[in-house]
């Protein structure tokens, strides 16, 4: 189990949708720290990689290894394209997500975790993740299982409150059936809450997940009211947390006090959105810090500070090992060296409503022009909100699907304005945008923390800029810790980052 294991000092953050994908989570681990692979949009991503002739073998390697042989020959032949997709040719349409999810999409998504994290953990012995959003939570329960199938040690979930999923690890790993109550607007307080049903033997045959390892799991969170509160509850009570700064990349906690924004249209951050460490400190459990903390100094600040490390996406994002595509890569590397980078948390480019940090680049979704070319369509579906129709049924939106669909279910347009398709941009940076006719692909959007100082020291380093290990990213902040031990004064405590 992975609560046996030493904990982690660096956790490697779960980027995107394949940006922390199992190639980097492996390099990671490889190191002896927290390799974490995203588990967002995970079916789409495993669907996709097959259509596209699955290069280098990788998927059809982890699928010979899928406990359930008949399960993973049905999404072989229903997905994997031989020799791949010709290039002109759209991705076939993976099914949405929904509260009744068919057969077939359960089967696909546990596969697509199992692949995942079987791929992350293939050669070593070192620790690995997968981090899932609170907010994409009717897939959860399938993710898990096929990442508990492969063996992950640690579950990370943000993005909301986690206080489920303890006791969905449990069940899981007796083999038992699980349900996770779905957060649905218009729902009476007197109407049946709406759920999703998960039966590992319905599934997958009896006794085939009975047993499993019962990975640590890690809340992500922006606050020491909901650690106490997770913590308050032995039901609740998770193995550690990942404090979450506002400067953190993709989606981030809006403001505790009113709404205010910046000449930008920036949400403005004060005093009350700073976590309070002494208030963690005493849950007794251990934390790691993230936003603006992956430095050198960032990771001896926060173990002076009483935290077990850091966790990091940004550096890692730039790596040769993440899954963002390498001409997007390659854009950032040289803003950062030119040191004409720009990123914005915008309000408004999320459809969840929550602040979006967006990385400011040519030919991507942060341009106006770009945007407004764009022809709406909804066919992932990820961000989608379940809301009951007036007859007492269950029909699904998202403020960024094209605005008459969205206003025939009752949404407003003033909810509309502004919103991006984060589904498909995110695919589109990994390598995986859909195909539109005419040839046109999907714009990416790259999104991505405020802090590039370590980015900017390691691409300097590198010829021309080009991406670095994700190895040197651990060397250089583990030097922070080497420094911290070579000194006898000690680190001065600050924590307004």
Not at 68 to 77: C, G, K, N, T
Not at 292 to 316: D, I, M, N, Y
Not at 398 to 415: D, I, S, T, V, W
Request: one cysteine or more.
């Amino acid at each position: 189990m992975a609560a046996e294991r030493e904990l982690p000092t660096i956790i490697q953050g779960g980027m995107g949708v394949a940006v922390s994908g199992w190639e980097l989570a492996r390099a990671v681990a490889s190191t002896g720290e927290l390799g974490v692979v995203s588990g967002t949009a995970l079916d789409v991503v495993c669907s996709r990689r097959l259509q596209l002739g699955d290069p280098g073998g990788h998927m059809r390697r982890a699928l010979a290894h899928f406990p359930i042989p008949d399960v993973a020959r049905r999404v072989m032949r229903e997905h994997y394209r031989h020799g791949g997709l010709p290039a002109d040719a759209a991705f076939r349409t993976v099914p949405r997500f929904s509260l009744t999810p068919s057969r077939d999409l359960q089967e696909l998504t546990v596969v697509a975790a199992f692949c995942e994290v079987w791929l992350a953990r293939e050669g070593h012995d070192g620790p690995v993740g997968i981090n899932l959003l609170r907010k994409i939570e009717i897939p959860v329960p399938w993710v898990l299982l096929g990442a508990m199938l492969a063996g992950v040690d640690y579950v990370l979930v943000g993005a909301g409150n986690p206080a489920e999923i303890p006791g969905i690890l449990r069940k899981l790993a007796r083999g038992e059936d699980v349900t996770l109550p779905i957060r649905t607007q218009g729902l009476r307080s007197d109407d049946q809450p709406a759920t999703v049903r998960c039966s590992p033997t319905e599934l997958l045959g009896e006794g085939a997940a009975h047993g499993l390892a019962l990975p640590a799991f890690l809340a992500i969170v922006a606050s020491s009211d909901l650690a106490r509160a997770l913590a308050a509850d032995p039901a609740t009570r998770p193995a550690g947390f990942v404090v979450e700064g506002h400067t953190a990349g993709g989606h981030n906690a809006p403001p505790r006090g009113p709404r205010r924004t910046d000449d930008r249209g920036q949400p403005i951050y004060d005093e009350r959105d700073t976590a309070d460490l002494e208030a963690l400190a005493a849950i007794g459990l251990p934390f790691w810090l993230a936003g603006s903390w992956g430095t050198p100094e960032g990771l001896s600040l926060a173990r002076a500070l009483g935290a077990q490390g850091v966790q990091v996406g940004t550096a890692f994002a730039y790596t040769a090992e993440s899954g963002l595509e390498d001409s997007l890569k390659r854009s950032v590397l040289d803003q950062v060296l030119a040191g004409t980078i720009e990123v914005r948390a915008d309000w408004r480019a999320s459809p969840t409503g929550f602040p979006f940090r967006v990385v400011e680049l040519p030919g991507t979704l942060s341009e106006r022009q770009v945007a407004a070319a764009r022809k709406p369509v909804c066919d992932l579906g990820a961000l989608r909100t379940p809301f009951a129709k007036p007859d007492g049924q269950i029909d699904y939106r998202c403020p960024a699907e094209p605005l008459a669909m969205y206003q025939r279910k009752g949404g407003r347009a003033q909810n509309a304005e502004g919103r991006l398709c984060l589904c498909n941009g995110l695919m589109a940076a990994a390598g995986l945008g859909q195909r539109r006719p005419g040839g046109a692909l999907e714009p990416a959007l790259v999104t991505s923390g405020e802090d590039f100082s370590t980015v900017r020291a390691l691409a300097a380093r590198t010829e021309d800029g080009r991406p670095y290990p994700a190895a040197d990213v651990i060397a250089n902040l583990r030097s922070g810790l080497r420094d911290q031990a070579a000194s006898p004064e000690p680190v001065a405590a600050r924590t307004d980052r």
